[in-house]
Every structure is written in C-alpha cells, then in structure tokens.
C-alpha cells in the first residue's frame, strides 16, 4: 500500500503531463510562459483551499464549509472596512478575515470534538448556517468597489509575462506567496510537529490514538480552527486578486476542491496523504477549467470533463485496489485482527 | 418474548426520531398558527405547498436510499435535469414533426418515458462504479453529477429549453378536483410505494443488511452489488420525476435548476433519520421532515422582511440542534 | 495458595517450585467484579512473581480478560485489592498500572496501521515526554534501541498495515519495553501465529525473563502453556480453580480443570455407513497460496473435523467450499453429483452453508434486530414470486428458530448486538438451519461462547447430523474436535497430513500430530 501511494502521485503527474502535452499540440499555447503564469494564478485560492481539505481528510473527516466561510469572512471583512475607510496596511484585513475565520472553524471544531458529531454532516450544517447568513441576514450583495489597500495588494505581481504572438499580457500576482506561506506551513505542521503526526495517527486509527497518549479532541478541534483561518485568509485574498467581492464566487467549489484532494491519493477514510498528491490534483484540475478555451473547446464542456476526469481518476485507484483484494484468506490475517 | 409485534418491522431507533420530527413540525404549526393564521392555514398555501413539496421531496427519498445502502448520491439534481432537459428535447422535436395537435399528449408521454429511463440509466452508472468499480459513494456521485450537469450543459448549451407543448405544464399544475395537485399525488403514489418497497419486500430487507454490513451480507449470500445497483438505479427514477415535475412548473428545462435541492434533500434525510452509515431509515420520517422543510419554507416566504435565504439559516441550526439532542438521548 | 476442585493429590503434591524468597510483582486478591449483575468474577486470586513466566487459562468466558483488564486498570473492580510493586491498590487507573510497569499487548496491538514501524515504536515515548516537534532522528534513534532490544529484524520505515500479524506483535512487544515494562501481559499471542512465528515468540519471552521482566500469558491452548510457562493459574466460571506450577500436573488434568468435564466420557462416535454414496466428496481440490490436492468424504451422521495450525490452509479450504474463494482444480461431489462452486451464491444454492470465525464482522448484522438476522439467508422461501414478504411464513420462521434453538430475548426486534456470544452464534446457526442447508461448515463455532452454550451447539450439531446434514467443523479447540467430531483431518502447510478417529487418539498426540513435520 506504500508503494502504490507512491505511484499515486506520480499517475497524476503523467496525466498532468499529457494533457498538457495534448493541450500544446492542438493550440501551440500551452507552453507559453503567460499561459503558465495564467494557470498558476488560478490556482492559489484552490490551492490554498486544498491544503486545508488535505488535513481534514487525513485526519479521517471532511469538511464541506470552507467556502462558505471564506465567502462570510471575506465578505465581512470588506463591508467593515469600506465602512471605516481603511487605509491602513493590508495585513490588517487578512487579519480580520482569517479571525472571523477562526471562528466560524472554532464552531465546526467544537460540534465534531465535543459532540463527536461526523465532520460531513457537521460541516453540511454549517455550511448552511453561515450561507444563511451571510446571504440572508447580511443580505450580500457584490461589491464592486474595494477598500484600496486590498486592490493595490492585488495588483501586486512579482513579474509580468507577455505572450510574444498576441501580446497578451498575464501578471503573476503576488498572491502566490501567500500559497507558498500556506504550504510550507502545511508542511512543517504535517512532517514536524506532533500535532501534525497526530492527525496521520487519529486518521488512522483514533482509539489507538488515544491509548498512545495523543490529546485526540484537541487535535481535531485545532485542525478546524485552523481551516477556518487559512478559508478565511484565502477568501481575502480572492478579493483582493478579483478586485471585488461576490460573495457566491466560492459556493460549490468544495466538492472539486476534495475531489482534487482524493484524485492526488489521499484516502478518504484518512490516515494517509501528502502534500505533492493534493497540489497535483488541484493543478489538473484546474488546468481543465482552463485550457478549454486553449483547445477551442465551449466552456460548456467543462462541467462534463472534470467530472470524466474525477470518475476515471477514482475508478482507476479503486479498481486496482478491489483487485488487489483477491487475494487469498492467508492475505488476509494481515488485515483482520482476531 | 412479544411474537404479535413481530408484524411490525418497527426499528426501535426510529422511535427517537419520530418523537422529535412531530415535535418540531408542532412548534412550526403553533408558531405560524399564532402569527400568521390566515395567510398559513389558508387553501392557497397549503396548495401551494403541495406543489412545491414533490420537486424536492422525490429527491429526499432518493437520498434516502442511498444513504440506507450505506452509501450517498450527490448526483440526484444532475440526474434529475438531464433527464428533464432530454424530455423537454424530444417533446419539442416530436412535437414539431407531428402537427396534429391530438396527438400531443403521446408526445410527452413518451418524451416522460424515456426521461425516467434516462433516470434510470444515470443510477445504473452510479450503481457500477460503486459497486463494481469500487469508487467510494460520495466521490463517485461526485463525479457523476458533474458528468450528467456537464452534458445537460452541453445539450442546451447553457440556455433555459422553454417552448415546450403548453400541454405538458397544464398537466404539470392540474388538480384532481381543483384541489390535489397531480404533482403531489405522484408524489404520494411514489411514496407509497417506495416505503411499500422497503417494509414488504424482500429487497427491503437486503438493503437494510446490505448497508448495515456489506461483508455479513456477502457472507450471508446476498447479491450485494445487484441490491446497490437496484438502489441507485431507483435512485434515479425518482430523481428524473423529480425532473419532471419541476420543468412543468418552470415550463422550461435549464442544466441548473435546483442545485440547492443536493444539500437539502440531504439535510431532510438526516433529519429524518437515516443514518449517513447505512441500515437504517424510514420513509414514513423522511416524509415528515419533508412536510416540516416545507412548513419552513412557506412561513419563512410570509415575512416579507426575511429573505429565501434565512431557510438555509434555521435549517442548518435545526440540523445541528436535532443531532446532538439524538447523542444525548441516546446515550442516557 | 492452592485450590483443588474436587479432586484428591498425592501427598507429596507440592506448590511452589520457584524460590519463596523471589520479588513478588503482581498479587491480585479476591477480586470481584460484575457488569450488571452478571458475575465476572468471584473472589479471584492472581500472583506474579519477578521473572516468571505464567499462564492465565481457562475457556472463553470464564473471566480472563475482564481479570486483565482490571490489573491495567480499564475496569474498575468491585471489591479486592491489588499489590503492584509493593503498592497496594483498591482502586486502580491505567496510569497506575502503566506507572507500575504492567503492559498490556491486546489482540489488536493497538498500533498504527498507516504509519510506519518507527513511528508506532517512538510516539508513545515521545507524548509521554511531551514533545510538541518531531525530530526524525531522535525517532529513529527510540525505534532501533527499541527493535535491539529483542533482536527484532524489521525495516523501520516499513508501514504497519503492509507486515503480518507475527511482526505486528514484536513491534507492540518492542513498544511495550521501552515503556519501562516490568510485566507484560498478552491476551492469547498466538491465535495468529503459525508454528515458526510462535517459536519465535517463546524465543522473546525468554529473552524479556532474563532481563527480568515477567510475562502474563493468557492461553487456553494446552501445548503452549506447557511449552512456555512455569506457573499457571486457571480460572472457570469467574472463580480459581487452580494455581501450581507447570510440572505439577499433566495435560489430563489440565483439560479436567479447565472444563470442569472428563471429555472421554462424551465422545462421539456414531455408526456410519461407509458403503453409502458420501454426502459430500472433495476430489483434489487445489488453491494457490491456500491448499493443495485436498481429498476427502463426508458421510451422512459424521461430524467431520478439520484441525492445524493456522496457515495451516483449513479456512482457505472452507471458504473455498462456500464460494468465497473458489478453488482452481479439482471437483466437488454433493450427493453423488458432481457441482461447481464459484461463488457464494451458488455455494447456497446447492444447500452449503458456513458460520464464521469472526461472527461479529462476517456473520451477524449487529445494529439489526435479531427476527431480521435470522431469515436474512431465507428470504426467497418467504417471499412470493414477485420479491413480496409472506409476513405469516416470516414471523412463523422467526418464532421457529427462536424456540427450536433456545435463542433467549425479550423482544426479536432487538439489534443483535444485545445478546451474549453464545445467543449471537445461536442466531448464526439459525440463518442456515432455517434453510435446511444439506451441509453446514462451521470455523471456530464456539469461540467466545459460554461453556453453557458451547455444550448446547455441540448437542444441536450432533442432532443435525442424525438427521443427515453434513457438519464440517474446523477449530483449534482439540477438546472440541475430539469430542465433536467422529474424524478428524489435520491439515499442515495446505496439505491434508493426516487422518484419525477421534476415539483413536488423546488430546497431547493430536496437539503433537498438528505440530509435527
């Protein structure tokens, strides 16, 4: 099983691979550095959102609330500030989004750790909670104009890549740093804190967990609190690089988001994942929503090929695995304990 | 040892569930009964009600069974507008290749038939990859939702499919002595049958067991992936009537239509108490989460002041409120 | 101490061989406990001295686990005192007993499948030191004084859930001495082991003696308790009944205290026509990586037996028989007729049926009521032609097994779960008797069942037999083979090495014939 997680990833690369390899062939564009810089600017929110759905779903649960969060904290924390006309530093408002974040995860985390309520069904709940209020007790609204701080901050780029056929022009906004900070973060709490080991160990098997010494509600009610921050976060930072804010922009982006997740080889009953598998998958697809246009495909085909793309890519691991499971009886007394 | 009970097939954790539905669906009707007495009790709503209860509720029962066999379909809106927007498809090219205007009503009842085999069709490919394939439920009706909204999409390029035979959504809001919707009656029949289908059936026992242990079941010689295939195939008749009764209400087809139906219809089974881990769930509870969604729903439409969306609101802390009273009566 | 039951020894009859000066570790006496009402156990006495190898035994049910789990402090007792390292204890919390040195190695280690052997080695010391960041180096520096420690060869990096059962429970013995372990106790170590592994096993348990650290051996397999232990304590019904040391007494009397029965005396031996066509015949029946050109016949009135050590091949042969995994060669006679069996449907349709070793996983649907479990096999003989239930031939079903096997509930419609071991098998047994399945193959058919019930299954199963279904029953259980069964197979490393009758042998030569090469 190790090594098949680690042929995982690599699948997903090869599918990165020769999509692209396709998309180049038929529209030349593929392999152009404004493409590229196109591509990966599409992908930070998700990729941020991603991370968070990796350690949940490591630790045996799923969240379905984050964008819901991120749309109420975004959408929160621009209406505020307009009010007070900010001109502070932009690090405030991230601040402000990521605790109004804190939150809304510090709820999810308390129904599942308290209550030891299924993270699926918690997070459906709340998931409705905050849409209902932030679509009916605030009554959002998009707004078009943003406090200024928060749109200079997403006209930040880091460099700017022109496309020498057309002169097209594609910033590579800033923005990726925070999914860089995301990341390495992610990282350092999976592969080095305790915490981190603890989630693997809870996804694993949580009564062992406990018996080994791992403070089990604590960890799970963290892991919540802390989607909640990072949603809140990356739905400050969608702000900022759409330049407005729409508050129904994020809805529905949970299930690609885990399905982006589980196509990188995390399991969904937890206890296993990495890091590489989920910005894979993310990476594929969003380079399917995107490269439609490349490959003078209708948007309208979109729809029908992330969802081919999620069957094949689950069907092919859980084929495999059923087959593997035919093996013989002398098999399996490695898995079944008396 | 009570043998005369036997007769029953009662499951004694519903008897929880039961209790604390008709305790909410008491408090809406009281609440309402105090302020808003004649516009709530009134005929027009209550029909209104009973046209809009079968569009979801159809979809509730689908879910319903998917989560009994231990599994969940998030792809009963997808299947539902695909097997609607193919209806609508046919019955506008039939009906522009037949000009006699008798002939009509063939038109949509054949274009009806074969939506709900379209219907079926979309179960029968979630039933194999979860089954044969092995695809975990929820990414599997994942994927497929997105594959059947994808060419619902593709089919109507994004637009609303509306000139449809005016015919079909006078047969959609036609009611039985001016007063019982044909919708709601199509929804009871279902109903019926459906719970007929789970309390008296042989069926209905395996897919209890089935979701309950899916390894005993094999052991015990059930056919295990022809009971998840038979499920989600009804699944997806239901879903595509569902489909149905929606467009004759719109009058027009459109690849989107109740995308807020999928978490809903979820919401109503739980609160109905079907258990997400499969064996156990009755219909007669479903039913009357759905009659309590739509109490909400009507009452919320009243105030003028509050807004659709508050639904989502009460639902969501209703939801949550009624899990965890069910832990703690359970575990006293 | 010494308790006798019934039963007079010699004069010379001795306790104690160990040194009485020896540091006592563990002394547990008059321990009571009960779970609503129910008596676990009743004034029990358990002592440990520094160093010793001792073996808990006594049938299932008899109060072994709960006895363990109180000594670790899971369960609280109702009345008695413990002494553990010269502290005295009347109410004891797992950190207690972890704090005294006792660990215990459960049947399911407890351990992290999805992780590595390094990491399931070094958490438990890490936590307890309160670490919050993780040093791979230090891990890996815990885990190798840890494997060193019994000279266990094992890649570090290896994930649990890829290794067997055998290195699983090195890795929690590993575990359990880098946590200061100055008693171990393993409930019943070798039910998964093959004979090698459990040699190494007995290899580490002298190892960890000469470190001076004492070993807890829960077992009722009398080869390993003689094999392995000094002392021996045996328990029944919740009560002492004996407590020597190992060369004090012979396998004969072992088995005598353990059931409380001389089984010679309710051995079954049947006249059988062996001219008649067989009910069931196995002509060379092969599977890769299970068994090999396995041969035999079933006659009607036998109760045929088919014993080994586990890998030994005999659930492989039975799953095989019930379509679970159907065999690559040979052929299958029921009745004279040749039959093909490629999966469980057909299996039951040819009138086979198969009550699992692990009931609660393969034979039960717990959280459903007991009515639902019974006919769940039956169905098509209660429904018309169209799938409907005929509702008077259900609860005419359902009343039958209930009374017809002394199935004790309340209400049938209670989840399965409620009842005890021996009522839950009897529920198991009623799936397939209520389809008048011609041949019936049980595996372990009374693991975790009370002495009462086990008696009871055995009497239905001879009662099926008389009225001609086949039984097949496979255990490690030699008592019950060798008082069930008329025949017995022996299998050994997917061969079918032997076979006896069960009048012609004792149970020490069986126990020696499953082991021998």
Redesign the interface.
């Known amino acids: 099983m190790g090594k098949k997680r680690l042929g995982h990833e690599f699948y997903v690369f090869l599918a990165i691979v020769s999509l692209s390899l396709i998309i180049q062939a038929r529209s030349g564009q593929f392999f152009t550095l404004n493409n590229i810089v196109d591509l990966m600017v599409s992908f930070i929110v998700p990729a941020i959102f991603a991370m968070c759905e990796l350690i949940v779903i490591i630790s045996g649960g799923m969240d379905v609330s984050f964008p819901a969060v991120a749309s109420l904290s975004m959408f929160a924390t621009t209406k505020i500030l307009l009010s007070m006309d900010y001109t502070g530093n932009v690090f405030f408002a991230f601040l402000l989004s990521g605790s109004f974040g804190l939150i809304m995860g510090a709820i999810n985390g308390a129904l599942i750790s308290i209550f030891n309520l299924p993270a699926l069904i918690v997070t459906l709940g709340t998931q409705s909670i905050f849409m209902g209020i932030l679509q009916g007790a605030l009554n959002a609204q998009e707004i078009a104009e943003i406090p200024k701080v928060m749109f200079d901050f997403g006209n930040a780029k880091l460099f700017v890549a022109i496309n020498p056929l057309n002169g097209l022009k594609s910033n590579m906004s800033s923005s990726i740093l925070i999914l860089f900070a995301v990341v390495i973060i992610t990282y350092v709490f999976l592969h080095f804190t305790m915490w981190g080991r603890g989630v693997y160990a809870i996804g694993g098997d949580s009564n062992s967990a406990i018996r080994a010494g791992f403070k089990v509600k604590q960890i799970k009610f963290s892991i919540y609190c802390f989607v909640g921050i990072v949603a809140g976060i990356a739905g400050m930072t969608r702000v900022c690089m759409m330049q407005n804010c729409q508050p129904n922009n994020l809805i529905g982006m949970e299930m690609t988001v885990i399905a982006a997740v589980v196509l990188g080889g995390t399991s969904v009953k937890g206890g296993s994942g990495t890091i590489i598998g989920a910005l894979l998958g993310t990476f594929l697809l969003t380079i399917i929503s995107n490269s439609l246009l490349l490959l003078s495909i209708p948007t309208y085909w979109q729809s029908f090929f992330t969802g081919l793309i999620i069957i094949i890519g689950t069907g092919v691991t859980s084929f495999q695995l059923i087959l593997s499971s035919h093996r013989l009886p002398s098999m399996r007394k490695s898995k079944n304990e008396a | 040892m009570k043998h005369d009970a036997l007769s029953s097939r009662k499951l004694q954790k519903n008897d929880n569930t039961l209790l604390n539905n008709l305790v909410v669906a008491a408090v809406i009707l009281i609440t309402m009964a105090i302020l808003k007495s004649s516009k709530f009790f009134s005929f027009t709503n209550f029909q209104s009600m009973a046209y809009q209860l079968p569009q979801y509720g159809l979809m509730a029962f689908a879910m319903a069974l998917a989560m009994i066999s231990g599994g969940i379909d998030l792809s009963i809106v997808g299947m539902a507008n695909l097997s609607s927007m193919i209806a609508a498809l046919m019955m506008i090219k039939l009906a522009n290749l037949i000009p006699n205007q008798n002939l009509i009503i063939y038109v949509i009842i054949i274009s009806c038939l074969i939506a709900i085999l379209i219907g079926l069709l979309c179960g029968l490919l979630n039933g194999l990859l979860i089954s044969k394939i092995g695809i975990p439920p929820i990414l599997a009706t994942l994927g497929s939702m997105q594959l059947f909204s994808g060419v619902s999409i593709i089919l109507s390029k994004g637009n609303a499919i509306n000139r449809l035979p005016p015919l079909y959504a006078k047969i959609g809001n036609y009611a039985l002595f001016n007063i019982v919707p044909l919708p709601l009656l199509i929804f009871i029949l279902l109903a019926l049958f459906v719970s007929f289908m789970l309390n008296k059936s042989a069926y209905g026992i395996k897919l209890y067991m089935v979701g309950s242990n899916t390894k005993a079941a094999k052991f015990s010689g059930l056919h295990v992936d022809k009971i998840i295939i038979q499920t989600y195939c009804l699944a997806g008749i239901l879903s595509s009537v569902s489909g149905l009764i929606m467009m004759s209400r719109l009058n027009s087809a459109k690849s989107d239509y109740g995308q807020q139906y999928t978490l809903q219809c979820l919401l109503i089974a739980i609160l109905g108490g079907v258990n997400p881990q499969g064996g156990h769930g009755k219909i007669s509870n479903v039913m009357i989460a759905i009659l309590i969604f739509q109490f909400l729903s009507s009452s919320i439409n009243m105030f003028p002041y509050f807004s659709n969306f508050y639904k989502l609101l009460i639902w969501g802390i209703v939801l949550l409120g009624v899990m965890i009273w069910n832990k703690y009566s359970k575990s006293r | 101490m010494l308790w006798r039951d019934n039963v007079k020894l010699g004069e010379n009859s001795f306790m104690d061989t160990t040194p009485q000066t020896a540091e006592i570790i563990l002394k547990a006496s008059n321990i009571k406990k009960s779970f609503s009402g129910v008596v676990a156990l009743d004034g029990v006495d358990l002592e440990i001295k520094k160093g010793e190898i001792h073996c808990l035994a006594g049938e299932n049910g008899c109060g072994k686990s709960t006895l363990i789990k109180i000594i670790s402090g899971v369960y609280g007792m109702d009345s008695g005192k413990i002494e553990l390292n010269g502290h005295t204890y009347h109410k004891i919390s797992p950190i207690d007993s972890i704090r005294n040195g006792v660990q215990v190695i459960y049947?399911?280690?407890?351990?992290?499948?999805?992780?590595s052997v390094m990491?399931n080695l070094a958490?438990?010391t890490?936590?307890?030191q309160k670490?919050?960041?993780?040093n791979w180096k230090r891990l890996r520096k815990i885990a190798e004084e840890a494997i060193r420690m019994i000279d266990f060869n094992i890649d570090l990096d290896?994930?649990v859930?890829?290794?067997?059962?055998a290195n699983?429970q090195q890795i929690a013995i590993c575990r359990a001495l880098i946590n200061d372990a100055k008693l171990i106790i393993m409930d019943?170590p070798t039910?998964?082991l093959t004979k090698k592994e459990v040699q190494n096993l007995f290899r580490i348990i002298k190892l960890l003696q000469v470190k001076g650290i004492s070993i807890l051996f829960v077992s009722h397999k009398i080869e390993e308790v003689f094999e392995i232990s000094e002392r021996l304590t045996i328990l029944r019904n919740g009560k002492n009944v004996l407590a020597c040391s190992t060369s004090e007494i012979d396998n004969q009397d072992f088995s005598y205290y353990m059931t409380g029965k001389k089984f010679e005396m309710s051995c079954y031996d049947p006249t059988i026509d062996y001219s008649a066509t067989p009910i069931l015949k196995v002509n060379n029946l092969s599977?890769?990586?299970?068994f090999n050109d396995i041969s035999f016949s079933l006659y009607r009135g036998e109760i045929l037996g088919i014993t080994g050590l586990?890998?030994s091949?005999r659930?492989?042969l039975a799953?095989s028989l019930f379509g679970?995994?159907p065999a690559d060669s040979g052929s299958i006679e029921l009745n004279g007729t040749d039959v093909k069996i490629t999966s469980?449907?057909d299996?039951?349709q040819n009138g086979i049926g198969?009550v699992?070793d692990?009931r609660l996983?393969?034979?039960?649907?717990?959280?459903?009521?007991i009515?639902?479990n019974i006919?769940?096999?039956n169905?098509?003989n209660?429904?018309n032609k169209i799938?409907?239930?005929d509702?008077k031939k259900?609860?005419a079903a359902?009343?039958e097994w209930?009374e017809k096997l002394s199935i004790k509930?309340?209400?049938?419609?209670?989840?399965v779960q409620t009842l005890s071991g021996g009522n839950q098998q009897r529920v198991v047994l009623s799936?397939w008797m209520s389809r008048n399945t011609a041949i019936l193959i049980l595996n372990g058919p009374t693991i975790g069942v009370d002495i009462g019930s086990k008696n009871e299954i055995h009497t239905i199963l001879r009662s099926l037999a008389e009225k001609g279904v086949g039984i097949l029953i496979i255990s490690d259980d030699l008592p019950e083979i060798l008082t069930t069964c008329n025949r017995i197979l022996i299998m050994k490393h997917g061969n079918l090495m032997g076979r006896l009758k069960s009048s012609d042998i004792s149970e020490m030569e069986l126990a020696r014939e499953c082991i021998s090469n």
């Open positions: 049947q399911d280690f407890s351990l992290f499948p999805n992780l990491e958490y438990n890490e936590l307890a670490r919050t960041f993780v290896q994930k859930e890829l290794l067997s059962i699983r019943e039910t998964a599977l890769k990586n299970g586990l890998g091949g659930t492989e799953l679970i995994c469980v449907f299996a039951i198969y699992p692990d996983t393969e034979g039960l649907f717990l959280d459903q009521a009515s639902d006919i769940v096999s169905l098509e209660l429904s799938g409907i239930l509702n259900r609860i359902i009343k209930l509930t309340s209400d049938p419609r209670d989840n799936k």
